[in-house]
T-cell receptor
Framework: DVKVTQSSRYLVKRTGEKVFLECVQD?????MFWYRQDPGLGLRLIYF???????EKGDIPEGYSVSREKKERFSLILESASTNQTSMYLC?????????FGPGTRLTVT | GENVEQHPSTLSVQEGDSAVIKCTYS??????FPWYKQELGKRPQLIID?????GEKKDQRIAVTLNKTAKHFSLHITETQPEDSAVYFC??????????FGAGTRLTVKP
């Protein structure tokens, strides 16, 4: 079974803080993704990566950056958290097509 | 880039009835169309998918149809049960796995 884990289920941060969300997959998948999920907006792609040290912008990259130093780990970074980044963040990985999701991190920025 | 639209946003049916959710996509190069189910508090999970060389695919009570000319695809659930209640997402992707999701449909099956 593919396992995708995320570092926290719930996180509360203050405006202006630097926030790290980590995602780890154990199936040697090439592709990894970060989405945010908001009611009525579905899953919106923030960034994705096809390989180590490689990254591509998704539809809403502003205010975020990513890091992929190892194949199994993909980190999402909020350089200076803002209240409009309060959301559910989902990580996913895939080999070819099917994406496997992590449990999500509910981030609240106050 | 790809844009996926999904309708309806909410759907309520009686147990045993059928449910249909429809999606349209914009990029004619997309060739993979999955459907994910997300139960309350859980992660999205793939329930069925279809590739562009196939017009229809069925798995027990779930079926997906694809019309490439019109760029739309649909999820059909027959004989609905209360455990089918969830949010369903459609998505479209090209071979490079650059996947885009619809906004989701909240399905409620009333006993």
């Amino acid at each position: 079974d593919v396992k995708v884990t995320q570092s926290s289920r719930y996180l509360v941060k203050r405006t202006g803080e630097k926030v790290f969300l980590e995602c780890v997959q154990d199936m040697d998948h090439e592709n990894m993704f970060w989405y945010r999920q908001d009611p009525g907006l579905g899953l919106r792609l923030i960034y994705f990566s096809y390989d180590v040290k490689m990254k591509e912008k998704g539809d809403i990259p502003e205010g975020y950056s990513v890091s992929r130093e190892k194949k199994e780990r993909f980190s999402l970074i909020l350089e200076s958290a803002s209240t409009n980044q309060t959301s559910m963040y989902l990580c996913a990985s895939s080999y070819i097509y099917e994406q496997y999701f992590g449990p999500g991190t509910r981030l609240t920025v106050t | 880039g790809e844009n996926v639209e999904q309708h309806p946003s909410t759907l309520s049916v009686q147990e045993g009835d059928s449910a249909v959710i429809k999606c349209t996509y914009s990029d004619s190069a997309s060739n993979y169309f999955p459907w994910y189910k997300q139960e309350l508090g859980k992660r999205p999970q793939l329930i069925i998918d279809i590739r562009s060389n196939v017009g229809e695919k069925k798995d027990q009570r779930i079926a997906v149809t694809l019309n490439k000319t019109a760029k739309h695809f649909s999820l059909h659930i027959t004989e609905t049960q209360p455990e089918d209640s969830a949010v369903y997402f459609c998505a479209a992707s090209k071979e490079n796995n650059d996947m885009r999701f619809g906004a989701g449909t909240r399905l409620t099956v009333k006993p």
